[in-house]
């Protein structure tokens, strides 16, 4: 379980292809915190640590069905990757609930300068079944976009604004977002459990 507050965003230093799994390797401030089998957030995907080495680095491996269902496939050695440790029990729960379990991918579709903030425009594929069990934003909800737990904003069917502080921008991999970029989405727990009880009913 996480919260959606990004720790740090993590260098990728190496991609490795074996059969249908990625392994990735990222360079990362807190490495030396981690252990094996740890849960770590990557860009919202909840991956287990398999091996940790020298300079700060470790090493997580990616499914074909995480590849599928979120931008973890498209990583390219230099990229920046949110990464974020489990919530703590006895911590402050910052963010929201975050499970790590990336629902689909957004494209950006625009940016706007909003004196000293960004507003960044995400759109997705809309599925009218999959809408009807949560799977929508709702407008000053809450929403998971590469791991960052964020409000929405002009929330739409299939698109939805939040707003990028510059602590935000400089810290996580919105400094690297644009125009076209894939993102991962996660939407809101709670608003998962309230539809699928209404259905139900």
Do not use: W
Request: with cysteine; hydrophobic share 40%; charged share 25%.
């Amino acid at each position: 379980m996480f919260s959606g507050i990004v720790e740090a965003a993590a260098k990728v230093v190496g991609l490795r292809q074996e059969q249908d799994n990625l392994h990735i390797t990222l360079e990362c401030a807190f490495a030396d915190e981690l252990h094996i089998d740890q849960s770590v957030a990557h860009n919202g995907v909840c991956l287990t640590v398999v091996e940790l080495l020298p300079e700060n680095r470790y090493v997580v491996t990616a499914i074909r069905e995480t590849l599928d269902r979120s931008n973890l496939g498209l990583l390219r050695e230099g990229d920046l990757v949110n990464v974020e440790r489990s919530m703590k029990i006895d911590g402050r729960l910052d963010g929201h609930i975050v499970q790590g379990h990336v629902d689909c991918t957004a494209e950006c579709v625009e940016l706007e300068e909003a004196n000293g903030s960004t507003y960044f425009k995400f759109k997705y594929a809309f599925e009218p079944a999959l809408a009807a069990k949560g799977y929508v934003t709702v407008e000053k909800g809450s929403v998971t976009v590469n791991g960052v737990s964020l409000t929405v904003c002009d929330s739409e069917s299939d698109s939805f604004r939040v707003a990028i502080i510059p602590y935000t921008m400089e810290h996580t991999n919105f400094c690297r977002i644009e125009k076209g970029t894939k993102v991962n989405l996660e939407f809101d727990i709670v608003g998962k459990y309230i539809a699928r009880i209404s259905a139900l009913s």
